[in-house]
């Protein structure tokens, strides 16, 4: 039973733990997340609340000694200057601030238990910032919504290609691929062209399906959510912590987009080479997870973001986590919560 862990969250919200953060419509979506105040909101035993609130220091398995660096040739070896990278909205706005009991490097962070629905972890989750190629999740949604055919052949086009950002993609212009493969690569590998020709090719063009995104979202209850393209190169694709919730758990209804976002590898025949993509989370190929649903997503305003769907501890729940500046540390955040999640729950049985 897991009735303790949810009283505990009801009562550190009732006692005025955190402070109110106060929602903002996606329509503000210049300068998204600038007006948002912190919040760091936990539910969690009592008992077990000096253990996460200690819980700062890296994980064994994630961190290493000065010695390991030393030994790897890590320190300082032949390291150029650090170049900072360009601040996201989230850190304009300050949410990086935020301190919290897990110490999490995200500025956005979102546990929910689907057993019950309960939020038992939040930090900034109303936050309406960019997300990112988590937009794909509701590109894949609003495709097998659509019932279109798998097996139809797509072709890359120049339509397809950032002229904007020049993101890398390695499908070539002309490439031909099946509905189905596209859709594989764009959420598994979060492969930009093959997204936009999902979009692209949409029964009535892009702005159409755009709008289904749109529509989608309003359907589902997101509504500090805005869609303007299929990609989520665009920062003005925003949502929050709360929303992404939502379509995690929408999406999760469809087999498809399970089996393709976590998948670890799928190979593309292109017509001239084979291609091999990978997932872009590494969590997804771990052992010690159960992920049954996951997108990460990366633009330099939105910083790094996870979704995932993940089974823990015989229990299912919705991780959310957004605006990370390390390359690595949205994997070391879902660690530290994996970790307090499972000792929560041992000490409720």
């Known amino acids: 039973?897991?009735?303790?862990?949810?009283?505990?969250?009801?009562?550190?919200?009732?006692?005025?733990?955190t402070s109110k953060v106060t929602k903002q419509r996606a329509s503000s979506t210049k300068n998204a997340g600038a007006n948002v105040s912190?919040?760091?909101?936990?539910?969690?035993?009592?008992?077990?609340?000096?253990?996460?609130?200690?819980?700062?220091?890296?994980?064994?398995?994630?961190?290493?000694?000065?010695?390991?660096?030393?030994r790897l040739g890590l320190k300082n070896a032949g390291r150029a200057p650090m170049q900072m990278a360009r601040p996201s909205q989230g850190m304009k706005a300050g949410l990086h601030l935020t301190e919290d009991p897990l110490a999490l490097k995200a500025s956005v962070a979102l546990v929910q238990d689907l057993a019950t629905s309960d939020v038992v972890?939040?930090?900034?989750?109303?936050?309406?910032?960019?997300?990112?190629s988590i937009t794909k999740l509701m590109t894949a949604l609003v495709i097998t919504d659509a019932m279109l055919p798998m097996d139809e052949w797509l072709e890359i086009s120049d339509e397809d290609v950032d002229y904007?950002?020049?993101?890398?993609?390695?499908l070539p212009v002309g490439t031909r691929l099946t509905r189905a493969d596209t859709l594989h690569i764009a959420l598994m590998a979060s492969e930009n062209r093959a997204a936009h020709a999902l979009g692209r090719t949409?029964?009535?063009?892009?702005?159409?399906?755009?709008?289904?995104?749109?529509?989608?979202?309003?359907?589902?209850?997101?509504?500090?959510?805005?869609?303007?393209?299929?990609?989520?190169?665009?920062?003005?694709?925003?949502?929050?912590?709360?929303d992404l919730a939502r379509l995690v758990t929408a999406a999760?209804?469809?087999?498809?987009?399970?089996?393709?976002?976590?998948?670890?590898?799928?190979?593309?025949?292109?017509?001239?080479?084979?291609?091999?993509?990978?997932?872009?989370?590494?969590?997804?190929?771990?052992?010690?997870?159960?992920?049954?649903?996951?997108?990460?997503?990366?633009?330099a305003e939105a910083g790094r973001?996870?979704?995932?769907?993940?089974?823990?501890?015989?229990?299912?729940?919705?991780?959310?986590?957004?605006?990370?500046?390390?390359?690595?540390?949205r994997l070391g955040d879902a660690g530290r919560i994996k970790q307090w999640l499972e000792a929560s729950l041992a000490r409720l049985r």
């Open 1 to 17: 039973m897991l009735g303790g862990f949810v009283d505990s969250a009801v009562a550190a919200t009732s006692a005025g733990a």
């Open 38 to 70: 912190s919040r760091s909101q936990v539910g969690m035993p009592t008992r077990y609340s000096k253990v996460a609130s200690s819980n700062r220091a890296r994980p064994a398995a994630l961190a290493r000694t000065k010695s390991q660096k030393s």
């Open 121 to 132: 972890f939040a930090k900034n989750s109303d936050a309406v910032l960019p997300i990112a």
């Open 164 to 170: 904007q950002k020049g993101s890398h993609s390695r």
């Open 202 to 242: 949409y029964p009535g063009g892009l702005q159409r399906f755009v709008a289904a995104m749109n529509a989608k979202a309003e359907l589902l209850g997101m509504r500090n959510t805005r869609f303007v393209d299929p990609t989520g190169l665009n920062s003005a694709n925003v949502s929050s912590a709360g």
């Open 252 to 299: 999760y209804t469809q087999p498809l987009i399970r089996q393709y976002s976590t998948d670890t590898e799928y190979w593309i025949d292109t017509g001239t080479k084979s291609l091999r993509y990978r997932n872009t989370n590494a969590l997804v190929m771990n052992p010690d997870w159960q992920i049954s649903l996951s997108k990460t997503g990366y633009i």
């Open 305 to 329: 973001c996870l979704v995932m769907h993940a089974n823990i501890h015989d229990r299912s729940f919705v991780i959310v986590l957004l605006d990370s500046l390390g390359k690595y540390t």
